[in-house]
């Protein structure tokens, strides 16, 4: 009789453990991690995402002063001044980066090739500040005031628009232009090769090359990069084939001036 009802008490505890796992709080969660009431229905799209801002960041291999300030949304000269790094912008493996600008900027005549990370024997501790506040780029029916480089730009490629430059946007910071896998993609103006990995998250394969006025182009998932860091390439030059963001084959490309977004169109020629 006592081993009857010792039974019958465990099972009621069974039951309701039960019903507590098959409630809303002890949701199974899919493959991917995300809990299955909010997983979303909608097909699946790779696009550059926005990573939000920290007070400071860890230097890892194959960063580059360029890379960092291109995630964060920074000029990369007043970062590099900002943290007391040189004009030569090296940077070592496990140093802290303070994600701030200064005020002032070192002059240079030309662009300056920045030094890939490397593995440094003592990392170097920065004191961690707050990252200033920046002002969005506000949209026009005029041309951006952006003073262009002595080479005219042209076309990464001649595809079709498929997405375009959003103000303020976290995600749509560049234009997406269609095509096929493996159509050549072009460098939109001369300059030099900062940036050649897919070190930075929501950009896939990325080249980013500098140029003369603060401006930055920017050249996302790409299938294949044909160039590499510290190279002077041409205007209308492959630098990359075309990759896909998720299923769909394109090229997700930027122009930044100063570090923030402008839109492309407002640089690029008409077409």
């Not at 979303?40 to 801002?53: D, G, H, K, Q």
């Not at 004009?87 to 200064?102: A, F, H, P």
């Not at 990392?123 to 707050?130: G, H, I």
């Not at 375009?164 to 749509?172: E, M, R």
Request: glycine fraction near 10%; charge should be positive.
């Amino acid at each position: 009789m006592l081993l009857a009802s010792k039974y019958s008490s465990w099972l009621l505890v069974a039951i309701g453990l039960s019903g507590c796992m098959n409630s809303a709080r002890f949701s199974s969660l899919e493959p991917n991690g995300v809990d299955s009431r909010y997983a979303s229905t909608s097909p699946s799209r790779t696009t550059a995402l926005s990573v939000a801002n920290p007070d400071f960041y860890l230097v890892k291999s194959g960063d580059t002063l360029y890379s960092i300030a291109f995630r964060f949304g920074l000029d990369y000269q007043r970062l590099a001044n900002g943290n007391g790094i040189g004009m030569d912008y090296r940077i070592v493996v496990g140093q802290s980066i303070t994600l701030k600008e200064s005020n002032q900027v070192a002059q240079s005549q030309s662009p300056v090739q920045s030094v890939p990370a490397k593995k440094a024997s003592t990392p170097v501790q920065v004191s961690v500040t707050k990252k200033n506040s920046s002002k969005s780029v506000i949209k026009s029916d005029k041309k951006e005031t952006v003073t262009g480089p002595a080479d005219p730009w042209t076309w990464p490629h001649k595809g079709k628009i498929v997405r375009t430059f959003v103000v303020g946007s976290s995600s749509n910071k560049g234009i997406d232009i269609g095509g096929q896998i493996g159509d050549s993609v072009l460098a939109a103006t001369s300059g030099t090769v900062v940036y050649a990995g897919n070190g930075l998250p929501g950009y896939g394969n990325l080249i980013i090359i500098e140029h003369r006025n603060s401006l930055l182009s920017a050249y996302a998932f790409a299938e294949q990069i044909l160039v590499k860091e510290k190279d002077r390439v041409q205007v209308g030059q492959q630098i990359a084939t075309m990759g896909t963001q998720g299923d769909e084959p394109s090229l997700h490309f930027e122009i930044r001036k100063n570090g923030k977004p402008v839109d492309p169109q407002r640089i690029l020629p008409g077409r």
